[in-house]
């Protein structure tokens, strides 16, 4: 099975970064690290900590980029990643633009999609912005959620996510 783990920011590349050694470990995974460098130095310098090394870099980072740009360009830069490694799952964390941009490009792509750290809610879309819009964006296409806490797997629940397919 291939795995792809999608990492564009410092926290996302700190809570990855076992998981990204776990899946390396376990026998018949293929687990490869796309890096997006949504922020660049500072995921760059996380990922040293960690002595991990992207298998892709999509390189994203401009000065003053949108929202819509990081997107934009996730969605142009990942999906001939994806052509190229045909994984099964990709596993995304947070609620960062990278990550609903790299859920939504993987759901196009065919590939089942993990989110660690699911169903964190607000209650306002607007709130953080553009934080949880982009939860409620990556549940809607995950097959797996993997929830902090019993809160966030209640929010999930409430939202129709079916209970086998949350984890805490």
């Known amino acids: 099975m291939k795995v792809l783990v999608v990492i564009g920011t410092r926290p996302e590349a700190i809570k990855l970064a076992p998981v990204m050694r776990a899946l390396a470990s376990c ?3 293929v687990a490869r690290l796309v890096v997006t460098a949504q922020h660049r130095a500072l995921a760059d310098e996380a990922l040293d900590v960690f002595d991990l090394r992207p298998d892709h870099d999509l390189d994203v980072m401009t000065a003053g980029q949108s929202p819509s740009a990081v997107a934009a360009a996730v969605f142009a830069r990942l999906e001939p990643v ?3 490694e045909r994984p099964q799952w990709v596993l995304v964390q947070g609620d960062t633009t990278t990550t609903m941009a790299a859920a939504v490009c993987a759901f196009y792509g065919g590939a ?3 989110h660690v750290e699911a169903g ?3 209650g306002d879309l607007r709130n953080p912005f553009p934080e949880e819009a982009n939860r409620a964006l990556t549940a809607r296409v995950a097959s797996l959620h993997f929830a902090a806490t019993g809160g966030a797997r209640r929010n999930l629940l409430a939202e129709g996510i079916a209970a086998d397919a949350v984890h805490v």
Do not use: E, I, N, Q
Request: hydrophobic share 50%.
């Open 27 to 29: 026998d018949g995974v």
């Open 82 to 84: 994806l052509a190229a």
């Open 112 to 114: 089942r999609v993990g």
């Open 120 to 122: 964190m809610r607000t």
